[in-house]
């Protein structure tokens, strides 16, 4: 008989075996950080300096400090350490720092509407930005990315924004491609559907000014997107 279970790893505890609730413990932990598994990041570097109890990270490519030589693998932190567990392709996970629900495939966590045996597939995405307003015009450090097939891009006004009227939302050539003369006033909105729309080159979102320069104000970007991924060899 294996002396842990197939799929978490979880240890079995032994037939006259001292200290049992050393094993039980472990198995408890483990399955403490699996289950409803919700990971802080799945691209940061390194850990945060102070880890609140029971948070998860997967650690990327790249690692550093504590989680160098951990690729691949989830850290949860509890009691003051982490513990470092493998992850298997099929697990689901709740990306905190990026929003979204997402399945491991053995290699990055994804978000596919349809996926093939080869890891091609088809995700829907969400990003967002918050931008200060400053100028004639403002491109956004968020890029809509190269062969991404956009749905829509929305806006929400955060803050008032001064020195314009109004203001256009689009890229560069296409002023308002997602949207003209969009109010000013905090808390307008504005969801600009557009046909899908295939772009084939990192594309910012230019947000440009009516009736004057922008004076100030903060308005956030959500690009609503579809990406595709090559099948594997």
């Given at each position: 008989?294996?002396?842990?279970?197939?799929?978490?790893?979880?240890?079995?505890?032994?037939?006259?075996?001292?200290?049992?609730?050393?094993?039980?413990?472990?198995?408890i932990r483990r399955l403490d950080a699996f289950v409803q598994l919700?990971?802080?990041?799945?691209?940061?570097?390194?850990?945060?300096?102070?880890?609140?109890?029971?948070?998860?990270?997967?650690?990327?490519?790249?690692?550093?400090?504590?989680?160098?030589?951990?690729?691949?693998?989830?850290?949860?932190?509890?009691?003051?350490?982490?513990?470092?567990l493998p992850v298997a392709a099929g697990f689901l996970a709740f990306?905190?720092?990026?929003?979204?629900?997402?399945?491991?495939?053995?290699?990055?966590?994804?978000?596919?509407?349809?996926?093939?045996?080869?890891?091609?597939?088809?995700?829907?995405?969400?990003?967002?930005?918050?931008?200060?307003?400053?100028?004639?015009?403002?491109?956004?450090?968020?890029?809509?990315?190269?062969?991404?097939?956009?749905?829509?891009?929305?806006?929400?006004?955060?803050?008032?924004?001064?020195?314009?009227?109004?203001?256009?939302?689009?890229?560069?050539g296409e002023q308002a491609k997602f949207g003209g003369s969009l109010?000013?006033?905090?808390?307008?909105?504005?969801?600009?559907?557009?046909?899908?729309?295939?772009?084939?080159?990192?594309?910012?979102?230019?947000?440009?000014?009516?009736?004057?320069?922008?004076?100030?104000?903060?308005?956030?970007?959500?690009?609503?997107?579809?990406?595709?991924?090559?099948?594997?060899?």
């Open positions: 008989m294996s002396e842990q279970s197939a799929n978490l790893a979880l240890p079995y505890i032994a037939a006259a075996q001292a200290q049992k609730h050393v094993t039980h413990n472990e198995a919700v990971l802080e990041s799945a691209t940061a570097p390194a850990p945060p300096t102070s880890p609140a109890e029971g948070a998860r990270w997967f650690v990327p490519s790249g690692a550093t400090g504590e989680f160098a030589g951990r690729v691949g693998m989830i850290a949860a932190y509890e009691a003051g350490a982490f513990d470092f990306i905190r720092d990026e929003g979204r629900l997402a399945v491991f495939d053995g290699g990055a966590w994804v978000s596919p509407l349809a996926a093939s045996a080869h890891r091609g597939a088809i995700s829907a995405e969400v990003r967002e930005a918050d931008v200060l307003l400053s100028g004639a015009f403002v491109d956004t450090a968020l890029i809509i990315p190269d062969r991404a097939i956009v749905l829509g891009v929305s806006t929400r006004t955060l803050t008032a924004v001064t020195g314009a009227s109004a203001y256009d939302c689009g890229i560069a109010g000013v006033a905090a808390g307008a909105t504005n969801m600009g559907v557009i046909g899908p729309t295939a772009f084939y080159a990192p594309t910012p979102v230019r947000l440009t000014a009516i009736g004057g320069s922008f004076g100030g104000g903060t308005v956030r970007v959500g690009l609503h997107l579809l990406l595709l991924a090559i099948p594997g060899a």
